[in-house]
């Protein structure tokens, strides 16, 4: 005060929020996101149906896929949701664990700051408390060697589970597992895989169980004209990034014509364009050409006349992965291709079946697609999605060469081992180091919970499991009882374990810490004090 009169500091629409207020909001956004994934969590979680703003329509039980399609505002929640991407970005799985995790953390922060403890005391108790843990898992990890397809299956398989995939799963993982093993390079002794050489293509209108391995690229498209031939075998492929025909710009249109003579003239011009832009491929010996853009009625009867197989208006993105498995370059003018140009494979075809262009046999043999079939776009979606996490999980457990065991037998460990060294450090960072520890809690019980289970009863089997020294018991979520979750093959990456305890301890710490928001109003969550209801 100076004067009598106040010292504004803030701009009248940043809205404050302090102390207590501030994070009992952080506590309770963090436990609704909880919320909103955790019956997904496990073989036997629910899916969720999402109607986006424009209708659209998805249905999954992935944990990044309903993060991303809702839309929330809280400044924390926000937070925990980015746990969720990054969960994704790094492992590609264990985004729900993520999650799930985070809620429980702050749920338990929500006690210790009942009791009194400072947050500082509780983030520093998190921290610890996540060394130890990353520890204690590192220990738990078991090793996989990248040829060991049976085990890489399993793990496969695991991130796959309840995923609408069940009638394909097994056939669907040694799919993943060998698309991901003909990609990947031992360099140096260390395994390195390019996630994007494994193409994922879906196609409409067959059965699920028609999923195909293709060691080469699928387009698809059908050929252009009924004339060219169906199959060229010693492909040498042309790829070409704009159309393949006369656009208004290129006839300067100022000719005046009257004459019938004008006329026959003016299309002879025309068409002998044409014939040029089609020389201009087959002048270089190409037998095969993937135009980015169209291509012109003239332009396609000459190519088909001289034997080459076209696909017009094909993706971006497809031209470009083509472009690498054959080893062409992508020309922008039909005029500057030039044979250095062409890509080489040994057969492109156009298939019987389905309308799709496979190029086999390409120059490079990293070239992998794995081409779903479904009757629905729902359906085909929840496939790729559920491929995209098993492509994942196989290749970080084939980079890092690690795996531990699932079912909540990892979680179990930590939060008896955790209890244990709570106890040795002592003062008040112990009861943070015990919450931080009761929180592991949440993912056997919400297995148990999710599978129909009393999650009470299910948790005290475990810990007496383990208390036996049975490392490897969880919960069997078919038949509730606790079984050795190695006997069971239900394994998941080492990488995936980490990076949700690290994400999800990392940033409780970060938020527990918060105890003053200053938010400007357009950014305001609804049911912040001053918000607009609704
Ligand atoms: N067959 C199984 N039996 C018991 N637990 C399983 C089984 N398959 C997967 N799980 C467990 O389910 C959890 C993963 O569930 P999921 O819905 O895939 O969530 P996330 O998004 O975290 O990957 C892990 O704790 C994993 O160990
Ligand atoms: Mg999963």
Same mark, same amino acid.
């Given at each position: 005060?100076?004067?009598?009169?106040?010292?504004?500091?803030?701009?009248?629409?940043?809205?404050?929020?302090?102390?207590?207020?501030?994070?009992?909001?952080?506590?309770?956004?963090?436990?609704?996101?909880?919320?909103?994934?955790?019956?997904?969590?496990?073989?036997?979680?629910?899916?969720?149906?999402?109607?986006?703003?424009?209708?659209?329509?998805?249905?999954?039980?992935?944990?990044?896929?309903?993060?991303?399609?809702?839309?929330?505002?809280?400044?924390?929640?926000?937070?925990?949701?980015?746990?969720?991407?990054?969960?994704?970005?790094?492992?590609?799985?264990?985004?729900?664990?993520?999650?799930?995790?985070?809620?429980?953390?702050?749920?338990?922060?929500?006690?210790?700051?009942?009791?009194?403890?400072?947050?500082?005391?509780?983030?520093?108790?998190?921290?610890?408390?996540?060394?130890?843990?990353?520890?204690?898992?590192?220990?738990?990890?078991? %090793?996989?060697?990248?040829?060991?397809?049976?085990?890489?299956?399993?793990?496969?398989?695991?991130?796959?589970?309840?995923?609408?995939? #069940?009638? !394909?799963?097994?056939?669907?993982?040694?799919?993943?597992?060998?698309?991901?093993?003909?990609?990947?390079?031992?360099?140096?002794?260390?395994?390195?895989?390019?996630?994007?050489?494994?193409?994922?293509?879906?196609?409409?209108?067959?059965?699920?169980?028609?999923?195909?391995?293709?060691?080469? !690229?699928?387009?698809?498209?059908?050929?252009?004209?009924?004339?060219?031939?169906?199959?060229?075998?010693?492909?040498?492929?042309?790829?070409?990034?704009?159309?393949?025909?006369?656009?208004?710009?290129?006839?300067?249109?100022?000719?005046?014509?009257?004459?019938?003579?004008?006329?026959?003239?003016?299309?002879?011009?025309?068409?002998?364009?044409?014939? %040029?832009?089609?020389?201009?491929?087959?002048?270089?010996?190409?037998?095969?050409?993937?135009?980015?853009?169209?291509?012109?009625?003239? !332009?396609?009867?000459?190519?088909?006349?001289?034997?080459?197989?076209?696909?017009?208006?094909?993706? #971006?993105?497809?031209?470009?992965?083509?472009?690498?498995?054959?080893?062409?370059?992508?020309?922008?003018?039909?005029?500057?291709?030039?044979?250095?140009?062409?890509?080489?494979?040994?057969?492109?075809?156009?298939?019987?079946?389905?309308?799709? !262009?496979?190029?086999?046999?390409?120059?490079?043999? %990293?070239?992998?697609?794995?081409?779903?079939?479904?009757?629905?776009?729902?359906?085909?979606?929840?496939?790729?999605?559920?491929?995209?996490?098993?492509?994942?999980?196989?290749?970080?457990?084939?980079?890092?060469?690690?795996?531990?065991?699932?079912?909540?037998?990892?979680?179990?460990?930590?939060?008896?081992?955790?209890?244990?060294?709570?106890?040795?450090?002592?003062?008040?960072?112990?009861?943070?180091?015990?919450?931080?520890?009761?929180?592991?809690?949440?993912?056997?019980?919400?297995?148990?919970?999710?599978?129909?289970?009393?999650?009470?009863?299910?948790?005290?089997?475990?810990?007496?499991?383990?208390?036996?020294?049975?490392?490897?018991?969880?919960?069997?979520?078919?038949?509730?009882?606790?079984?050795?979750?190695?006997?069971?093959?239900?394994?998941?990456?080492?990488?995936?374990?980490?990076?949700?305890?690290?994400?999800?301890?990392?940033?409780?710490?970060?938020?527990?810490?918060?105890?003053?928001?200053?938010?400007?109003?357009?950014?305001?969550?609804?049911?912040?004090?001053?918000?607009?209801?609704?």
């Amino acid at each position: 005060m100076l004067a009598g009169q106040p010292i504004i500091i803030l701009k009248a629409n940043v809205e404050r929020n302090y102390g207590k207020e501030a994070q009992r909001s952080n506590i309770t956004a963090a436990k609704a996101i909880a919320g909103a994934v955790r019956t997904t969590l496990g073989p036997r979680g629910m899916d969720k149906m999402l109607v986006g703003s424009t209708g659209d329509i998805v249905i999954t039980n992935d944990g990044a896929t309903i993060l991303q399609e809702i839309s929330v505002q809280h400044p924390g929640a926000k937070m925990v949701i980015e746990v969720a991407k990054t969960q994704d970005n790094e492992v590609g799985d264990g985004t729900t664990t993520a999650v799930v995790l985070v809620g429980a953390l702050m749920e338990q922060a929500e006690n210790l700051l009942e009791w009194g403890i400072h947050p500082t005391v509780i983030s520093a108790g998190y921290r610890l408390g996540m060394e130890k843990s990353l520890e204690i898992v590192d220990g738990l990890a078991l %090793k996989v060697e990248s040829t060991d397809k049976k085990t890489l299956g399993k793990i496969c398989d695991t991130a796959i589970t309840g995923k609408s995939v #069940e009638a !394909v799963k097994s056939k669907l993982c040694g799919i993943i597992v060998n698309a991901v093993s003909a990609v990947a390079e031992k360099v140096g002794g260390k395994i390195t895989i390019d996630e994007d050489d494994v193409m994922v293509k879906k196609k409409r209108g067959h059965a699920m169980d028609d999923i195909e391995l293709i060691h080469g !690229v699928v387009i698809d498209k059908k050929r252009v004209h009924e004339g060219m031939p169906r199959k060229v075998t010693k492909a040498k492929i042309a790829l070409i990034g704009t159309p393949l025909e006369i656009t208004k710009t290129q006839v300067k249109a100022k000719i005046k014509i009257s004459t019938a003579e004008q006329v026959a003239a003016f299309n002879e011009q025309e068409s002998e364009a044409l014939k %040029k832009l089609a020389d201009y491929v087959i002048g270089t010996g190409a037998n095969v050409l993937l135009c980015q853009k169209g291509i012109a009625d003239p !332009v396609q009867f000459h190519l088909a006349k001289a034997g080459v197989l076209a696909v017009e208006d094909v993706p #971006e993105k497809d031209m470009q992965y083509a472009a690498k498995a054959v080893s062409a370059n992508i020309v922008q003018k039909a005029e500057n291709l030039a044979a250095k140009d062409l890509g080489g494979a040994e057969t492109v075809e156009e298939d019987n079946d389905i309308d799709i !262009v496979r190029i086999g046999g390409c120059k490079n043999p %990293k070239a992998i697609t794995i081409l779903l079939r479904g009757s629905t776009d729902y359906l085909l979606d929840e496939l790729e999605r559920a491929v995209n996490d098993g492509k994942r999980v196989v290749m970080d457990a084939m980079e890092d060469g690690t795996f531990v065991v699932g079912g909540g037998a990892v979680e179990t460990e930590l939060l008896m081992k955790i209890k244990d060294y709570a106890a040795s450090v002592g003062g008040r960072i112990q009861l943070a180091l015990e919450a931080y520890a009761a929180a592991f809690e949440t993912i056997p019980r919400t297995l148990a919970e999710n599978s129909g289970y009393n999650p009470i009863d299910k948790l005290v089997d475990l810990k007496n499991a383990h208390a036996k020294g049975e490392k490897n018991a969880g919960l069997n979520v078919y038949t509730g009882d606790i079984i050795d979750m190695y006997a069971e093959g239900v394994f998941e990456p080492l990488r995936s374990k980490r990076q949700s305890i690290q994400s999800a301890s990392e940033t409780a710490a970060m938020l527990i810490r918060v105890d003053d928001m200053m938010i400007t109003q357009q950014n305001k969550p609804a049911g912040m004090p001053g918000a607009p209801m609704g």
